[in-house]
């Protein structure tokens, strides 16, 4: 049988069955879901499982140039050029960070700093998870292979992955596909890498515009939507 599995770094958790067939399939991911789904529960800070700061980040650095009543559109667009640049070329994630900044002061006509967008950027592997999430992917652990898919680059993985505290049958980076999700490119990636179909794969995702989109478009049809209420939830 061919097998395989992943996570998503800061925002996906894709898991094969490692079972020849979905006969097999089908009780191991009931008994996954009825062990483990608890564990994925939502937390109070409503974010997905590595802490992703950006948002807070960002309100933090513009305070004193954005005020309150204008932050949540100037964060709406932050994300959104975030997501843009995702959709090109790969490049850098410094680089696509930057010009994320670089373009979202364009258009609220501020200085744009370097240093300050650097700072920014050596912030993002310090990140942490969620405290649900290191004992969640342990337990899946000991039925499951687990795989990452992440956004980041080869430099910067294995920090997030040490903190997470999990075993991990294998990382994969945007850097080693040379495209960043949701473009399906970094799914053929993975899938091929694996050597598995996609319905031998359980997705959990904290993102629908990353991951769970691209993921259904490449024919991956076990899927978990976990809300962590830091995008778009329908």
């Known amino acids: 049988s061919r097998q395989g599995t992943r996570i998503e770094g800061c925002s996906t958790v894709v898991v094969t069955t490692c079972r020849p067939g979905p006969l097999r399939a089908i009780p191991l991911m009931a008994r996954l879901f009825a062990s483990v789904a608890p564990l994925w529960k939502t937390t109070p ?25 204008r932050m949540e559109q ?15 070329a790969w490049q850098p994630y410094d680089v696509l960070l930057k010009n994320s900044i670089r373009r979202l002061c364009r258009k609220w006509k501020l200085q744009y700093l370097d240093a300050e967008a650097q700072q920014y950027y050596d912030g993002v592997s310090t990140w942490g998870p969620h405290e649900d999430v290191p004992a969640g992917l342990a337990k899946v652990a000991k039925e499951i292979p687990l795989v990452i898919l992440s956004n980041a680059m080869d430099s910067e993985i294995q920090k997030n992955v040490a903190l997470l505290g999990a075993p991990f049958h294998r990382v994969y980076t945007a850097q080693q596909a040379q495209a960043y999700k949701p473009r399906l490119q970094a799914f053929e990636f993975m899938i091929d890498s694996l050597g598995c179909n996609p319905e031998d794969l359980l997705h959990v995702s904290s993102s629908l515009r990353y991951d769970l989109m691209s993921a259904d478009d490449m024919g991956i049809v076990n899927k978990v939507f976990v809300n962590r209420g830091h995008g778009p939830g329908n």
């Open 45 to 69: 800070s409503g974010r997905p499982p590595t802490r992703f700061r950006m948002s807070e980040v960002a309100r933090e650095m513009f305070a004193d140039r954005i005020t309150a009543d």
């Open 74 to 88: 100037f964060l709406a667009d932050f994300t959104a050029y975030r997501f843009d640049e995702c959709l090109g």
